[in-house]
């Protein structure tokens, strides 16, 4: 299969249309598609939506990085956030998604806990897949205790899974196995092969 590019040049004899026709790579499908890696805090958003882009040859992208630091200080003083703190924030990750399409693609860590939230990153413009880190409340405290490196203290937990509304047609896969094996689920449910 092959596809067909065309330019404008300028000439001494004027504009000419110059074609260039190449293979068309067997994971063009891939292209320009954003992927977001959503779940709870602790899910393991980030290091997976890492070693996805690894895979993938694609950016990643954190969404915690977009907060405005009012969230930052709303959450680390234990306070959850509210439909109002987050829309700036969604709002301002759906501008950059569209940049992200331009440059062939990305992949985004970022909760999306309510439908509501992935409706707003997920325009009919840009191609986006949502893979959904699934696990039980015990299995992310347990996480969650781990870590020493994010602003969400555990006591917001709680609060996180009260907003998760489980998506029905993303790609799911079960945290509860190792980072290796997660990733290798997520490319076999994505049909994806070098």
């Not at 001494?12 to 890696?37: A, K």
């Not at 997976?48 to 009012?70: N, S």
């Not at 990750?93 to 439908?115: D, H, P, Y």
């Amino acid at each position: 299969m092959y596809k067909v590019h065309y330019s404008l040049n300028q000439s001494p004899f004027g504009i000419s249309r110059l074609f260039v026709v190449f293979p068309l790579n067997i994971n063009s499908r891939y292209t320009n598609m954003i992927y977001i890696v959503m779940g709870v805090s602790s899910s393991g958003k980030t290091l997976i939506g890492q070693k996805l882009a690894e895979e993938l040859d694609f950016a990643f992208y954190d969404a915690d990085d977009f907060h405005p630091i009012e969230n930052v200080e709303k959450m680390e003083s234990g306070q959850p956030l509210n439909d109002e703190d987050r829309l700036p924030w969604l709002q301002k990750i759906r501008r950059n998604m569209m940049q992200w399409e331009q440059t062939g693609g990305a992949v985004l860590a970022c909760s999306a806990l309510k439908k509501s939230y992935r409706d707003i990153l997920n325009p009919s413009d840009i191609p986006t897949r949502f893979i959904y880190l699934k696990g039980s409340k015990e299995v992310i405290a347990k996480r969650m205790k781990k870590r020493s490196d994010h602003f969400m203290p555990e006591s917001l937990l709680d609060s996180q899974f009260r907003a998760l509304e489980e998506p029905q047609n993303a790609v799911t896969v079960n945290v509860d196995q190792s980072p290796a094996d997660i990733v290798k689920e997520i490319l076999a449910q994505l049909n994806y092969t070098k």
